[in-house]
């Protein structure tokens, strides 16, 4: 026996063809919000294609991890939405495969892609992170393509202010040149004027020459001598023909050494994370003894050599202080006054210091631990997600990229809220590291069990009629009666017997609420405490129902129209909250609880009395009806 069936074949083509597709639309979506986030390192810098394909190459590797999970939450929903849509789903479950058979396969296929995802987020994705980290910071420390614009100044050569009035198209040439030049200091500024100029890069690319012609150069003398003390400042003016200037600009592409990043924690695998905590463990103890230490050794103690528990001794004595401090000379006063504020500022900053320090160490510590969690839960996040679209797609049987995406992009939008607030949370100390990683995963997990359950036992989990009828029944709503005129009659109805059963009704209606009393306040005990039905408006709402059913073959307006007014009597509501009688009793011991359907029992209690009072009213209607149809038949 083959352990592969042709449905599995069959499974798995329609499958990994929709797999592939989506993960590389979902890698090309999360590329380019990634690109938007770095938009002014590359635009502008003059980078090479090598450079810009690194870029995309690193940053493909590193959102990979996170474009598996939503590539396979898209294709479940698309392949089962079309294995549902055109009934290729019902046929496989009609031929007595279930569907925990059905996706057997992908189960297998989507836990290799698991282990996979962990395995390339613990080897491959801290490398690729290292390197694009180093390509990023690179990017940043690059000087900016040299474009200088007309009518402006061009501030992006540190030290040089340049605008330029006119630019010839044709020879490159700048007319009107105007320069503030800082490099010397603001107190040795030059200002140099130039009919025209040339801008070149030289051959190392680490310079710009600028080439003036017909100028004047006009330079702050107050940085020289001691003509600061001096109300008008000379100057040097210079005139010139054609002067050359040398200016440091580096035009050329660093790649910065990427072993720099190696101590952030998204750059290190499972091992290295481990080490990492171990070291800011130590560190972390090494610190907080040291600052206890400090604590310890105060400066009343170093001095007069008092031993620990006689310090708090003498601490917890009452010394008059003000007297004391009254009885000095004014001059030692403010000396005790200023020493004092020396040292408690001393000590504040020192305490600020050594503070922030723990809290670095303990935030780096967070997330280390953070990291070493999120590599199993974007991991497991692969096979939640096949959890919940393969159930919800064999559900919703609807395929295409219509509603899929839809459902697929609210779903992973709500993951991704929930995982980011969780790590969010983590990484700041307001939760314990693990649980907000592990969040999102405690609520995906629920939520694919759920609906594969559901998706087995062919629920209907989007039915809105089921979900409006539970909402009437909290709400204590009921439907109305909607009997329509039939074109087709085939008997009519008796009218002499359904009277004579009407006017029977009517009177036992009215006979069964005055023995049941039920505008009066119903028993707590027997509410809660007593399985009992009402056996009795049982049977008197069966009876009024086959009345209306045989009435509702009446060719007469009237009467269908006073059958639509007869109201939908709920023979259990006024009785018990709940038909499991255990479920009755606690409701009756949690008293607040107890107390809120007991006035709610009352409630639909008045209501049924409500409701006879309308049958009576009803069938006298009616009766009044038929008695003018037998008068008419009569004549």
């Known amino acids: 026996m083959r352990f592969i069936k042709k449905i599995d074949i069959f499974i798995l083509k329609a499958y990994s063809l929709l797999f592939v597709g989506t993960f590389f639309i979902c890698l090309f979506i999360f590329m ?25 190459y690193y940053a493909g590797l590193t959102l990979m991890p996170m474009s598996l999970p939503l590539a396979i939450l898209l294709a479940s929903l698309i392949t089962f939405g079309n294995l549902g849509e055109r009934f290729e789903l019902l046929s496989m479950k009609a031929a007595g495969i279930p569907l925990v058979r059905i996706l057997r396969p992908l189960i297998i296929f989507n836990s290799l892609l698991c282990v996979g995802s962990f395995y390339f987020q613990n080897v491959t994705g801290p490398e690729s992170q290292k390197k694009l980290s180093s390509l990023i910071y690179s990017m940043k420390q690059k000087s900016p393509e040299l474009e200088i614009p007309e009518g402006i100044f061009y501030s992006e050569i540190p030290g040089y202010n340049i605008f330029v009035e006119k630019k010839g198209k044709e020879n490159g040439m700048l007319y009107g040149v105007m320069i503030y030049s800082t490099t010397d200091g603001y107190e040795d500024a030059q200002i140099v004027l130039a009919d025209s100029a040339e801008l070149q890069t030289t051959a190392d690319e680490k310079h710009l020459m600028l080439t003036m012609y017909a100028g004047e150069r006009f330079r702050n003398m107050q940085a020289q001598g001691n003509m600061m003390a001096r109300t008008n400042v000379p100057y040097m003016r210079e005139t010139f023909i054609k002067e050359i200037d040398l200016i440091p600009f580096d035009n050329d592409f660093d790649m910065m050494d990427a072993s ?22 130590h560190k972390s103890d090494s610190t907080g003894r040291a600052l206890f230490s400090y604590m310890q050794n105060t400066t009343y103690r170093r001095r007069t050599g008092v031993k620990a528990e006689d310090s708090l001794k003498i601490a917890a004595q009452t010394v008059a202080f003000d007297t004391l401090y009254n009885r000095l000379a004014a001059g030692n006063r403010q000396s005790i006054m200023r020493n004092a504020m020396q040292k408690s500022t001393v000590a504040a900053n020192e305490y600020e210091f050594r503070g922030l320090v723990s809290d670095d160490l303990d935030r780096s510590m967070r997330i280390h631990v953070v990291e070493w969690h999120k590599k199993f839960t974007l991991s497991l996040a692969c096979l939640f997600f096949f959890f919940i679209g393969a159930p919800l797609g064999a559900i919703i049987r609807k395929g295409g990229l219509g509603v899929p995406v839809v459902v697929s992009v609210a779903i992973f939008i709500f993951y991704y809220i929930v995982n980011v607030s969780g790590e969010k949370m983590a990484k700041s100390g307001e939760w314990v590291p693990w649980f907000g990683e592990w969040l999102s995963s405690m609520v995906l997990c629920p939520i694919g069990i759920f609906l594969t359950y559901k998706a087995n036992k062919d629920s209907a989990v989007f039915n809105i009629e089921a979900y409006v009828s539970v909402v009437r029944r909290i709400l204590g709503l009921r439907l109305s009666r909607h009997i329509a005129r039939k074109e087709v009659i085939i008997h009519d109805p008796d009218y002499p017997s359904v009277k004579n059963a009407l006017d029977g009704l009517a009177a036992d209606w009215q006979s069964y609420a005055q023995a049941v009393s039920l505008r009066r306040p119903p028993s707590y005990a027997r509410i809660f405490f007593h399985d009992i039905d009402d056996k009795e408006a049982v049977a008197l709402n069966e009876r009024l129902e086959s009345q209306i059913d045989i009435l509702s073959n009446s060719r007469d307006a009237i009467i269908l129209d006073t059958l639509n007014k007869i109201p939908i009597i709920s023979t259990h509501a006024h009785t018990r909250p709940f038909h499991n009688y255990r479920w009755n009793m606690v409701l009756g011991i949690v008293f607040p609880l107890g107390v809120f359907f007991y006035f709610r029992i009352w409630m639909y209690r008045l209501r049924l009395y409500n409701d006879i009072s309308q049958i009576k009213k009803c069938c006298a209607l009616i009766a009044d009806r038929i008695d003018k149809i037998q008068q008419t038949e009569q004549l």
């Open 32 to 56: 380019m919000q990634f690109m938007w986030r770095y938009v002014d390192e590359l635009i502008g810098k003059g980078l090479t294609l090598d450079v810009l394909a690194h870029f995309f």
């Open 260 to 281: 720099l990043f190696s101590r952030n924690a998204q750059t290190k695998n499972l091992h290295e994370i481990g080490d990492g905590i171990d070291s800011l463990a």
